[in-house]
């Protein structure tokens, strides 16, 4: 399946603090090496009509960004015109029925940049509510992409990651511009691997974990994981038998890039190079980052290991036990 290059997080003038106008956003996401984005003003969905004239050039899936009183999160797919509920708090117990309301149209509800470094911008309900966790959020103010915010987010993420995989309920990591101002779009980016640019394809392809996120469009990742016969990408399941995964890693666009790979005993294999090939046992998944000296480069999604036998289901990514 092809993969395509998209930003879930994005704002015209219609948000507070914003500058674009529908028309500028579209012309930077091309310019950014983008297939498509999401339009998530904060806690409004009357310019869902403002991209039609621009459909031939772009996907624009519609979307909202909730901003509730204990953090914000992300509606993405929503049927146009569909405003989801904000402005109440963790103790009020909303939240679950508006994620409902969002699922409900096919949409995907995700946990917006968690640790973000403003009144409210922490995000206080647990990622397990949520299809996916924004762990790269854009530069804001600052011309360094990767923030300490971000570093707290994916470190939250990966600790909580082989508990979820061990009861079939992790959760999927994107990265997002959450543009306002020119020259954000697209930085960083998810790379989503789909049967099609639609946005019912795409979704279904995040929620399932199958993307990974670029610092921009000049970041190539070629990641496999493979047994025996079987090769496996960023959210796919590949049975092992029981036996060591061989590991390959091939980087493009980050010269001085180092390689980390991670298992649920931490990183277990580390290069300063742009292709790493390495073997993992004993573990429930794998997955990899990219950085430099200054910044991260790349983040996928994990492979997932499983040795085939009945008493080890396949895990995938789920929604929490009072949507199922």
Known sequence: MPWYRGDLHVHTARSRGADRTPEQVVHEARAAGLDFIATTE???????????????????????????????????????GRLIGSHYGIRDGTVDRELARVRADGG?????HPHAPYPAGQLAYPLELFDAVEVWNGPWTSDVPWQADNGAALAEWSRGLAAGVVA???RPVIGNSDAHLAGQLGTPQTVVRAAALTASDLLASVRGGHCWIAASAEVTLGFEVSAGDGIAGPGDVLGTSGAPVRVAVVVGGVPD??????????????RAATELTATVADSGFVWVSVRTAETMAAVANPVLLVDQSPAHPSPSPSRSSAER
């Open 42 to 80: 904060h806690d409004t969905v009357d310019g869902h009509g403002d991209w039609a004239p621009y459909a031939d050039e772009l996907l624009v899936i519609p979307g909202q960004e909730v901003v509730t009183r204990t953090g914000h999160w992300l509606a993405v797919g929503l049927r146009p």
């Open 108 to 112: 995907i509800c995700v946990a917006a």
């Open 168 to 170: 079939g309920q992790w």
């Open 257 to 270: 890039g180092v390689i980390r790979v991670h298992t649920e005993q931490g990183v277990v294999a580390e």
